[in-house]
C-alpha cells in the first residue's frame, strides 16, 4: 500500500522559513516523479513544484521560484519542500504526490497526471 505522508506545516510568522517534509512508503521511491501541491481557501490546487526521479531536474511555479526549494533523498524515501520569506499568501495546505516516471529526466506539473497523494499538511503564515 503507498502512502505519502508529509510534515512540517505549522503556524508562523511572515519571514519565517519552513521546510516541509514527505515520507513516502509503499514504494520504490527512486523511479517516481514527485510534486509538491498547495491549495488555499477557496481556491483550486495549484502546482508548485516538481522533481524527477534522481533529483536532477526540478521544475518550479512561476510565483514561488525565488523563494521555494524541492528536493529528494532517495536513500531515506523523502522529498522536500523548503519555503523561505514566508507571506500571508502562502497560507494553504501543502500536498505531495508522486507518479512513476516514464524517462529520467521527466517532469510532472499537472495534479490529474499523479497516483498518489498525501494527506496534507497546514501552513498558515501570519502578517
Known amino acids: 500500500q503507498v502512502q505519502l505522508v508529509e510534515s ?3 503556524l508562523v510568522q511572515a519571514g ?3 521546510r516541509l517534509s514527505c515520507a513516502a512508503s509503499g514504494i520504490t521511491f527512486s ?3 514527485m510534486g509538491w501541491f498547495r491549495q488555499a481557501p477557496g481556491k483550486e490546487r495549484e502546482f508548485i513544484a516538481a522533481i524527477n526521479w ?3 531536474v526540478t521544475n ?3 510565483s ?3 523563494r521555494f526549494t524541492i528536493s529528494r533523498d532517495n536513500a531515506r524515501n523523502t522529498m522536500y519542500l523548503q519555503i523561505n520569506s514566508l507571506k500571508p499568501e502562502d497560507t494553504a495546505v501543502y500536498y505531495c504526490a508522486a507518479v512513476a516516471a516514464r524517462t529520467s529526466y521527466t517532469i510532472v506539473r499537472l495534479s490529474i ?3 498518489y497523494w498525501g494527506q496534507g ?3 498558515t503564515v501570519s502578517s
Open 121 to 123: 499538511t497546514q501552513v
Open 16 to 18: 519565517d522559513s519552513l
Open 113 to 115: 497526471q499523479y497516483n
Open 8 to 10: 512540517g506545516g505549522g
Open 31 to 33: 523511479p517516481y516523479v
Open 60 to 62: 518550479y511555479a512561476n
Open 64 to 66: 514561488v521560484k525565488a
Open 54 to 56: 534522481s533529483g536532477g
